[in-house]
């Protein structure tokens, strides 16, 4: 799957020791998450078992299945698009089902203005008030994927 690669890309697989991924605290998300692999925020805390790599990349492609079911419910045409729903599956990782439900980028979808859409898929950019170059490229590659879909 696309969002696969695009997540794991930006991501990263963060606080390797030896063949072990281990949680660590995301503090550049408001409030500090913990956080673990590619980005899994769910579930994990501060005593989370750590896992292998392949364990993380798992569960980024089943986190990610699941994320993108949420978004078709919320906005079922995602269906049709599968680069479409790639981006938006990417960017609900990073931003979370709570924000893709509340979003202008969820709305615009739902009325067909994709065009538009492709255009607030580019946003948040910023983390603790400034923004980011890594979350910038991010989101432009997202915005890209999207455009495909369209």
Same mark, same amino acid.
């Given at each position: ?19 072990? *991924? !281990? ?9 500090? *998450?913990?956080?673990?692999? !590619? ?27 699941? !994320?993108?079911?949420?978004? *078709? ?14 981006? *938006? ?62």
């Amino acid at each position: 799957c696309s969002s696969d690669l695009l997540v794991a890309y930006f991501e990263g697989c963060e606080k390797r020791r030896g063949d072990l *991924v !281990y949680p660590y605290l995301d503090k550049l998300a408001k409030p500090p *998450v913990w956080t673990r692999g !590619y980005g899994r925020t769910y579930g994990i805390v501060e005593n989370s078992s750590p896992i292998s790599q392949s364990e993380a990349k798992a569960e980024l492609g089943e986190g990610l299945q699941k !994320y993108a079911e949420a978004c *078709v419910k919320l906005a079922p045409a995602l269906a049709e698009r599968p680069a479409c729903l790639a981006a *938006v599956a990417s960017w609900a990782w990073n931003c979370g089902i709570g924000a893709f439900r509340a979003s202008r980028l969820r709305r615009a979808i739902n009325d067909g203005r994709l065009s538009e859409a492709a255009e607030f898929i580019k946003k948040p950019r910023t983390a603790g008030g400034v923004e980011l170059k890594g979350l910038a490229r991010r989101r432009d590659a997202e915005a890209a994927l999207f455009l495909k879909g369209i």
